[in-house]
């Protein structure tokens, strides 16, 4: 961990309030909301692990990758829940996957009960909240900042994108369905890699869009690649969150349940999940 010094992320003006360092105007991120701690770790966050899958500890996940952003290191980041941890031990490329992201973050309940029973505090991030934030910072900056969303069904990546045009005017956001035939797909590929977004959202649930962003990760090497699932879905009003009250008690996998039955049978990987968390020695 060191000091973060402002010459290497191009801030223009700054002041600082206590322990926190805010952005006023930097190249990328030119609005007064960004915020990014005093301290900020040059490398990876703090690894812990879950069920032998890594996950990373931090306070202040999108600091890190604006900065990631900023040194043009391109990222892959992994949602982790319980549901995906339970997947990669029947499925050893999913385990590779996330064993090779450069960042895990704890998206999921059980992921951090898990850590909990083990002394350790770690806040759930949720990725539609990490993809939110890396959204508004990187849309503010009008046509510099390319944004991509693929994925979901057609008409509803064009709707997230249109919901999110209406809250940043500015904002650049390509975007292509995920039922794209063999053709489109190529086309998309080289649209990617002609824009070289800096943010890319891959809505093709699991593990399907890890799969894919990591076939595809070569196209743009400097952007941030995020697997979102149905976020598209919940920013174009197809869906809904479930209530704060439901999220900050950890039940938004009842609510997710209530709005999509067919689900149950994925959901009976969450008491496995927890009778493991009991019994698993590193």
Known sequence: MSVLRIKKVGVRRQKVEG????ILKSNLFPVPYVEIWSMVMRTSPKTSSVLGLPVHLSDNYTGWLLQCLEKEQGVHVVTLNAEMAMLAEKDPLVAKII????LVIPDGAGVVIYLKMRGQQ???CPGIELAQSLIEGLGSNGQG???AFYGGKPGVTAAAADYWRGKLPEANIITAHGYLSPEEQETWKNTLKIQQPRLILVGLGVPRQEVWIRENRALCPQAIWVGVGGSFDIWSGTKSRAPGWLRNNNLEWLYRLYQEPWRWRRMLVLPQFFLKSLFYRH
């Open 99 to 102: 064993k090779e992201a450069d």
């Open 19 to 22: 322990n926190r360092l805010w």
């Open 145 to 147: 900042n390319v944004i």
């Open 122 to 124: 770690q806040q759930r």
